[in-house]
């Protein structure tokens, strides 16, 4: 379908066209160009006025302010400036990275760089200038809310809207800590990027609670905008009787607005682009009488509003209406509006595509085949190159970003060498001073050795105190690495402590919190928490304070966890074939967590009639593979236990630790219970 729907943009009042039509309206054309040129010179003397203020009060400004001022400037307005700056700004920048040891100068310079390298569209390069800034100079949140600012509109400009959202999502938390006299500009709004994503639903809700976030329902341009915008994520969603409801009433809420005769014509193009949008409606409904007039509204006001991407779209459309009404000539005729607005007003490629996508429709309808694959080839070659060349501009920022990256790493390097030579020869100095010191000296002691004709006896002597000297060496080394390990063993032993700290002071809030209902959560995070004060309790009681043994301690965790439940009839069995393998901390703290996860689960919820029944917890190992299993014969799972929504955080915590350990959940569940089972590669454990 070639017809766009058109979102609030259109709500923002186009000053230069609103005036451009009241003036032209009633006046012969003479007197209009004269008029027209008037404006085009008001409009070029009035940015000639900016860049002079601003280039005056650059070059009398300090070096700082010099960047901040440049710094300031939107992208747009920095390519524009930068040609009368460019030396006066570049020797600023040196004197910064050279002289200057300020942060925050370096921030606005780096910030300079992105936006440099945004008008030449290098987006990646642009967003690790920005990844830097922020690492390496961000002072507070008003510096992160900046870079985030443009590396979200690099990231909307190269499509990952992905990654758009979750840089908006970070600024939405940095927001409510914002410095008010900090301006930020948060660009495209979050339910946009959800549309984006194809998440339309979520786009109507989001778009929905922007509106009472910022507008009043008094506010009638907010409101239609609202209707107008909801129309368009309903229609992409398909949802064709929803839209048709939300355009209605925002034609409707305009129809009741009272404006000023100076946004006539800006209020009527509204109204018309919103009647273009029901003509789309009604023609994917099938309703194409319908739409037609609507359509040629929104052509004839958008022609008057010198909005010529919103005619060529709808005189698109009218094609396709014609010719499903089999009405060829007058298809063929807005065909020709459509190429003669191609040809003089627009240049966008993708209008060009449509275009030709359009006509190849056209002589199929008209049953001349050559000539509908000739342009239906024609539309496939610019759309392939198209895609070719956002391709190769994709590769060629990301290599950029690459090599940005390479060579500051390789000077980093090579500063690191520089610094290390600097030290060794400072070293080497001291080396020689001290050689030839000792040059001096021992040629001393070797003539007054000659002199004295010193004795085998005194030789031996010299050996036998060097030799002891090497043991006194060897007893300070192993004594330093005694006390290394009994300093490991106090760490372990003071987290556990600490932890078990913790519980009590769990213990104790779950006693003062006894029927309300918030003890089970506190009972579960106990619970964690006796996990991890174990593996820190058999890592300092073990002999290896690196590692521990599996079967010992998923034993020791089971027989916990049992302990910590309450008398309920229900049997835990064990069976454990994995003498051999070890656990490290890193290991040993998310599976003692999955562990637990899935025996309190069992404990809980197999058995909610009787509370009795057996648990079984197995290890086997196979030539590569350590599989754990914790089973029950209860109730089992529910049928939706796997939908995303309905799951529990327990669930969703067992399915994050199993990640983590690198091993995927297996479920089987039954009449006879459930049995939670996960794959290890035995590489995986230290030898």
């Not at 008037?38 to 280039?55: A, D, R, T």
């Not at 910030?111 to 440099?116: E, F, H, Y």
């Not at 006001?301 to 919103?310: A, C, E, V």
């Not at 197995?618 to 939908?643: A, F, H, K, M, R």
Request: glycine share 4%; charged share 25%.
């Amino acid at each position: 379908m070639t017809h766009f729907l058109k979102q609030n943009y259109i709500t923002c009042t186009i000053e230069f066209s609103g005036k451009f039509n009241q003036v032209f309206s009633g006046m012969n054309n003479r007197k209009s160009v004269f008029i027209l040129i008037f404006i085009l010179f008001s409009f070029f003397h009035q940015g000639q006025n900016e860049k002079k203020e601003f280039c005056d009060e650059f070059y009398r400004s300090s070096i700082k302010k010099q960047i901040s001022l440049a710094a300031n400037l939107s992208a747009e307005k920095l390519k524009d400036y930068y040609p009368l700056i460019k030396d006066t700004l570049e020797k600023a920048k040196m004197l910064i990275y050279s002289k200057s040891s300020s942060q925050e100068a370096r921030l606005m310079v780096d910030i300079i760089d992105a936006k440099l390298e945004v008008t030449k569209k290098n987006y990646a390069k642009a967003v690790y200038i920005l990844g830097n800034a922020m690492q390496f100079r961000s002072a507070d949140l008003d510096d992160s809310l900046r870079c985030y600012s443009l590396m979200k509109y690099c990231f909307v400009q190269i499509r990952n809207y992905v990654k758009a959202y979750e840089i908006n999502s970070r600024m939405e938390l940095l927001k409510p800590r914002m410095n008010d006299s900090v301006q930020i500009d948060f660009g495209i709004n979050k339910s946009s990027l959800l549309a984006a994503l194809n998440f339309y639903n979520e786009a109507i809700k989001e778009r929905r609670a922007e509106f009472n976030r910022s507008h009043t329902k008094k506010d009638t341009d907010a409101v239609a905008s609202l209707y107008n915008d909801v129309g368009v994520y309903f229609n992409r969603s398909k949802n064709w009787d929803s839209a048709e409801v939300s355009f209605l009433k925002a034609k409707e809420v305009l129809s009741t607005l009272k404006y000023p005769e100076s946004k006539k014509v800006h209020y009527e193009f509204f109204k018309a682009l919103i009647g273009g949008n029901l003509g789309y409606i009604y023609f994917n409904k099938g309703q194409t009488n319908k739409a037609i007039p609507l359509l040629k509204e929104d052509i004839y006001f958008s022609l008057k509003d010198l909005d010529y991407g919103s005619a060529f779209n709808s005189y698109n459309l009218m094609v396709e209406c014609y010719l499903k009404l089999g009405n060829r000539a007058l298809a063929k005729s807005y065909l020709d509006s459509a190429e003669n607005l191609l040809t003089s007003r627009l240049s966008d490629v993708s209008q060009s595509l449509k275009y030709l996508y359009l006509k190849s429709t056209f002589y199929q309808a008209q049953g001349d085949y050559n000539k509908a694959i000739g342009y239906l080839n024609r539309y496939f070659n610019i759309k392939d190159s198209l895609n070719m060349l956002e391709k190769e501009q994709s590769l060629l920022n990301s290599e950029i970003a690459f090599k940005i990256e390479q060579k500051e790493f390789e000077l980093k390097q090579t500063n690191k060498l520089l610094e290390q030579k600097n030290l060794e020869d400072a070293k080497n100095k001291t080396s020689r001073a001290y050689m030839i010191a000792g040059i001096l000296i021992l040629l001393f002691i070797i003539a007054l050795l000659i002199v004295r004709n010193r004795t085998a006896n005194k030789r031996e002597i010299d050996l036998s105190q060097k030799t002891e000297q090497i043991r006194q060496q060897n007893i300070q080394i192993e004594q330093t690495l005694k006390e290394k390990e009994l300093l490991l063993k106090e760490i372990h032993h003071r987290v556990k402590n600490n932890l078990q700290i913790i519980n009590s002071m769990l213990s104790l809030h779950i006693s003062k919190t006894e029927g309300t209902g918030n003890e089970t959560v506190l009972r579960e995070a106990q619970q964690r928490i006796g996990a991890i004060a174990l593996t820190h309790q058999m890592l300092y009681q073990n002999t290896s304070l690196s590692n521990i043994s599996l079967n010992d301690y998923i034993g020791n965790l089971i027989r916990q966890i049992e302990e910590n439940m309450p008398d309920s009839g229900i049997e835990v069995t064990t069976r454990f074939e994995a003498n051999e393998l070890k656990l490290n901390i890193d290991f040993a703290v998310p599976m003692g967590l999955l562990i637990n996860e899935l025996l309190t689960n069992s404990f809980k919820h197999a058995f909610p009639a009787k509370k009795k029944g057996k648990i079984t917890a197995s290890i086997d190992l196979t030539e590569t593979d350590c599989i754990i299993t914790v089973s029950d014969n209860g109730v089992g799972l529910p049928e939706d236990y796997q939908n995303s929504e309905k799951r529990s955080m327990g669930m969703d915590l067992i399915y994050i630790l199993a990640d983590q350990i690198d091993s995927e959940i297996k479920v089987d569940t039954d009449q006879n219970g459930t049995a939670f089972s996960f794959k290890i590669k035995r590489s995986k454990f230290p030898s």
